[in-house]
């Protein structure tokens, strides 16, 4: 209990160094981002528009390879309906952190 708080921070820094490449999106400047916002399509495939981020590209490979290997069904009816990874693959990652919590505290 005496160091309760600083054992949290200390795991609490751990995990985010783990993730935090997830939310980073390249060592671009706000301008260069701007210019390349106009031309680009927000609903492309990763994998036709390399766009930096390491979490649309991590998903891709789950859906691009991954899937395609282990529910070859699901994997072509998602891409039928153009369903990208961005889509709900975040949503998945998020519900993955949400079970270590208690149901109530993660509305909050």
């Given at each position: 209990p005496k160091f309760l708080e600083a054992d949290t921070y200390t795991l609490f820094e751990a995990l985010?160094?783990?993730?935090?490449?997830?939310?980073?999106?390249?060592?671009?400047?706000?301008s260069a981002v701007n210019k390349n916002v106009s031309?680009?399509?927000p609903w492309?495939?990763?994998?036709?528009?390399?766009n930096?981020?390491?979490?649309?590209?991590?998903?891709?490979?789950?859906?691009?390879?991954?899937l395609k290997r282990?529910?070859?069904?699901?994997?072509?009816?998602?891409?039928k309906l153009e369903i990208y990874p961005?889509?709900?693959?975040?949503?998945?990652l998020r519900l993955l952190f949400g079970r270590e919590f208690h149901f109530v505290d993660t509305l909050t």
């Amino acid at each position: 209990p005496k160091f309760l708080e600083a054992d949290t921070y200390t795991l609490f820094e751990a995990l985010m160094d783990c993730v935090s490449d997830w939310y980073r999106t390249g060592h671009q400047t706000r301008s260069a981002v701007n210019k390349n916002v106009s031309g680009s399509q927000p609903w492309s495939r990763p994998r036709n528009e390399p766009n930096g981020s390491i979490i649309v590209e991590r998903l891709s490979h789950i859906q691009d390879s991954l899937l395609k290997r282990h529910d070859r069904d699901l994997y072509c009816r998602l891409e039928k309906l153009e369903i990208y990874p961005q889509l709900y693959g975040i949503r998945w990652l998020r519900l993955l952190f949400g079970r270590e919590f208690h149901f109530v505290d993660t509305l909050t």
